[in-house]
């Protein structure tokens, strides 16, 4: 079973508009951290936000929010006001803590294809 | 300066070659990762390093051998791949040990292999 969902292969955002990219994870351990990375045609990952299962509050960083809904296992991207600039994929990631020592891999998303027009 | 390079950037290579991906990461983190991208499909984890000791092998291939002589340096070595290992590899590198809440991985620009 996919662990983490990620529902719009594609999406076209009017510029300056707010867009939302959807995300639901699948987890029995209650402590986790989800990702959001943005990957440009160049190819680089950027990373973007990161929420904790623990954490109260949505995070936020800029124009970027993260709407989590942990009862939901949701937790979708926000991008306020988009720019030319933001089209790119997105990818959706989650670590989970691993038994092993120290450092734990991400599961990602499929990702979602943004594309901003003017 | 870029946090994490990958070189080279792109590489072509027959199914007899032997070559060899590189990584630095200069913002001194204790983890290092090793992620393939395929067409169509997420990203999978392929390698993790925390202290240079390797703590999660995801079932690769043979023909795929990690290297991670210190902390700031990671390689993979390639021999005898298929044409279906044609693909962007990424490096990413994070805190580690310790591990805070927010261990973020930070990516490098990848390799863009193909084979021949």
């Known amino acids: 079973a996919q662990k983490i969902t990620q529902t719009q292969p594609g999406m076209f955002v009017q510029e300056k508009e707010a867009v939302t990219l959807d995300c639901t994870y699948d987890?029995?351990?209650?402590?986790?951290?989800l990702f959001w990375y943005k990957q440009p045609s160049s190819g680089e990952m950027i990373f973007l936000i990161y929420?904790?299962?623990?954490?109260?509050q949505n995070a936020t960083e800029g124009r970027y929010s993260l709407n989590f809904q942990k009862a939901r296992k949701s937790a979708n991207l926000v991008i306020s006001a988009s720019q030319l600039g933001d089209s790119a994929m997105y990818f959706c990631a989650m670590r989970e803590p691993y038994s092993g020592g120290g450092a734990d891999g991400l599961t990602f998303g499929k990702g979602t294809h943004l594309i901003i027009q003017p | 300066e870029t946090g994490v390079t990958q070189t080279p950037r792109h590489l072509v290579m027959g199914m007899t070659n032997k070559k060899s991906l590189k990584c630095e990461q200069h913002l001194g983190h204790n983890a290092m990762y090793w992620y393939k991208q395929s067409a169509k499909k997420p990203l999978e984890l392929m390698f993790v390093?925390?202290?240079?000791?390797?703590?999660e092998n995801n079932s690769v291939p043979s023909r795929f051998s990690p290297e991670c002589p210190n902390s700031s340096h990671l390689f993979l070595h390639l021999h005898t791949l298929q044409p279906e290992d044609s693909a962007l590899y990424l490096c990413?590198?994070?805190?580690?040990?310790?591990?805070?809440?927010?261990?973020?991985?930070?990516f490098g620009p990848g390799t863009r292999l193909t084979v021949l």
């Open positions: 390093y925390s202290l240079e000791e390797r703590v």
């Open positions: 987890t029995s351990d209650p402590s986790y951290g």
């Open positions: 929420q904790g299962s623990y954490d109260q």
């Open positions: 990413a590198s994070s805190q580690g040990v310790p591990a805070g809440a927010t261990d973020t991985q930070y």
